[in-house]
C-alpha cells in the first residue's frame, strides 16, 4: 500500500456532514473494513447532556496534550539512548550470583560490578538452573531469600545444572535502589533470550509507523517491566458529538523487550454508546507480528502496518480533525462571515453575533474550519425569532452539504 499524502484523502471528510450522513459513512466503512462497532446503549442521534460535554471536552484536552509522532519517536529515542542497551552473549554454565548484594556475574569477572535484574528477568536465569525436581515458584521463592541465602541457594544449583547453551542477556542502565534508599544507575538485566530472537525498538516501531500514516496522529505511551503499549490516536471531536459519533480512531500497538509477548496490532474506533459520553471500543481484527520476536520481526511488522492503515485510514480522512475542511491560505474569520452573509442575504448584525459566538465552545471550538463557520452561524440564529431562524439554519446546512461553493470560494 502507498503512502497517502495527508491533503490527498482518498475518502471525503464526513467531520462536518449531517448526524444522518455520518451514520451511513460510519457503519459503511465499518462494514468494508471489518471493525466491529458496538451498539449504543440509546437511540443513535441523541445529543450529549451537560455531563458528557465536559467529559466529551477532558478527553479532547487530553489528547491534544499528547505528542505528535515525531515528538514521541524523538523522546523515544532519547529514553534508549540514556538507557544505553547492551546485548551480552554468555554460557549459562558460568552464571553465578554475588553475595552481597544478590547480583549476577559470570565466572571469570569476579572483580567488576555484579549485574542487577528485574523480576522477570531473574525468572528467565532461574528457570535454566533449576532442578527438574522444582516444578514451579523457584525463582520467586530465591527472591524472597536474604542475598546471602539467596547467593548460595543459586551458586548450588547453577554449579550442578547441565544446561550448556549461550544465551543474550539484554541489559540497560536503570534506576537500582542501593540498600540506603537512594537510587543509582546501574547496569540492568531486563531479559534472557535465545540467540535466535530478534527484538524490535519502540522507537523504531513509531518510526515505521510514521512513515505511513495519515496527519493529525497523538501518540500515548506506557511501559512496564515486561511489555510497552503504544497507542497512535487521531482525534474525531472538533464538531457537536451525538450517541453514535466517534471520537478517536486508534492503532493499538503492544510490544516487548523481554519475549513475554509478540508484537500485536490492533485498529479501533472509540464510540459515544449514551448520553453521558459513555464510550467503548470498536475493534478490527488483530494482527500478531511475531511468536516471541523469532525472525525477521522488523520485515513482518512493515507488512502488519500496511494492513492495519488499510483498516484505519478511510476512518481517519473520513471523520479526522485534521481532515475538516479548513480556511483557504490566508483567509480570515471576517471574510468569510462577509461572504456568507452575502451569498444568502442576511442581515449584517448575523455577522457580528457569528463573530462573538465563533468560540463559544471553548476548547471544543471547531476553529478555523467549515465546521467553524456553520456551527457560528446556527448558534447565532437561536437568538432569533423561529421565522428569523430559519434562513440562517438552512444557509448553515448548505455550507455543510456543499462546502466552500456555498458561499462563492
Not at 509522532?69 to 540514556?82: C, F, G, P, S, V
Not at 520467586?140 to 548450588?156: E, K, V
Not at 493529525?216 to 515486561?226: F, I, K, N
Not at 463559544?360 to 437561536?382: E, F, K
Request: charged content about 20%.
Amino acid at each position: 500500500m502507498s503512502t497517502i499524502a495527508a491533503n490527498e484523502p482518498t475518502v471525503q471528510s464526513f467531520a462536518n456532514a449531517s448526524f444522518d450522513a455520518r451514520m451511513a459513512t460510519l457503519k459503511q466503512l465499518a462494514q468494508v473494513t471489518g471493525v466491529r462497532l458496538p451498539a449504543t446503549i440509546i437511540p443513535e442521534g441523541e445529543s450529549l447532556i451537560p455531563y458528557g460535554e465536559e467529559r466529551q471536552r477532558a478527553l479532547k484536552d487530553d489528547i491534544y496534550s499528547l505528542p505528535t509522532l515525531e515528538e514521541a519517536t524523538q523522546t523515544l529515542t532519547d529514553i534508549r539512548q540514556e538507557q544505553a542497551p547492551v546485548d551480552v552473549k554468555v554460557p549459562l554454565q558460568r552464571v553465578r550470583m554475588d553475595s552481597r548484594a544478590a547480583g549476577l556475574y559470570g565466572l571469570g569477572s569476579e572483580g567488576k560490578p555484579p549485574l542487577a535484574y528485574t523480576t522477570t528477568a531473574f525468572s528467565h536465569v532461574a528457570g535454566y538452573v533449576k532442578p527438574q525436581s522444582v516444578t514451579s515458584g523457584f525463582h520467586s521463592t530465591l527472591l524472597a531469600l536474604p542475598p546471602q541465602i539467596r547467593a548460595d541457594a543459586f551458586n548450588h544449583f547453577a554449579a550442578r545444572s547441565t544446561e550448556s547453551r549461550d544465551v543474550i542477556l539484554r541489559t540497560t542502565k536503570a534506576p537500582v535502589r542501593a540498600a540506603d534508599g537512594t537510587l543509582a544507575l546501574r547496569r540492568s538485566i531486563g531479559a534472557v533470550v535465545s540467540e535466535r530472537y530478534s527484538a524490535v525498538e519502540d522507537h523504531d516501531l513509531v518510526r515505521d509507523l510514521s512513515y505511513s500514516l495519515p496527519a493529525g496522529a497523538r501518540v500515548r505511551y506506557t511501559q512496564t517491566e515486561s511489555r510497552s503499549d503504544l497507542e497512535i490516536l487521531w482525534p474525531a471531536m472538533s464538531r457537536e458529538l451525538k450517541v453514535g459519533d466517534i471520537a478517536l480512531i486508534c492503532i493499538q500497538v503492544t510490544n516487548s523487550q523481554t519475549k513475554q509477548a509478540s508484537i500485536r496490532l490492533t485498529p479501533k474506533v472509540l464510540r459515544a454508546l449514551c448520553l453521558n459520553f459513555t464510550t467503548a471500543w470498536g475493534k478490527g481484527d488483530e494482527y500478531d507480528i511475531s511468536v516471541r520476536h523469532v525472525g525477521e520481526a522488523r520485515a513482518k511488522f512493515s507488512r502488519a502496518i500496511r494492513d492495519c492503515i488499510a483498516v484505519v485510514e478511510p476512518f481517519v480522512h473520513a471523520f479526522g480533525d485534521a481532515y475538516a475542511t479548513p480556511f483557504a491560505q490566508g483567509q480570515v474569520r471576517g471574510e468569510v462571515i462577509r461572504k456568507f452573509i452575502t451569498a444568502n442575504k442576511l442581515p449584517d448584525q448575523l455577522g457580528e453575533r457569528m463573530a462573538s459566538l465563533w468560540d463559544a465552545d471553548g476548547s471544543m471550538s471547531a476553529g478555523d474550519t467549515l465546521a467553524g463557520l456553520a456551527n457560528a452561524a446556527t448558534r447565532a440564529s437561536q437568538t432569533y425569532s423561529f421565522a428569523m431562524a430559519e434562513p440562517v439554519e438552512a444557509a448553515a446546512g448548505r455550507v455543510i452539504r456543499e462546502g466552500w461553493s456555498a458561499i462563492g470560494d
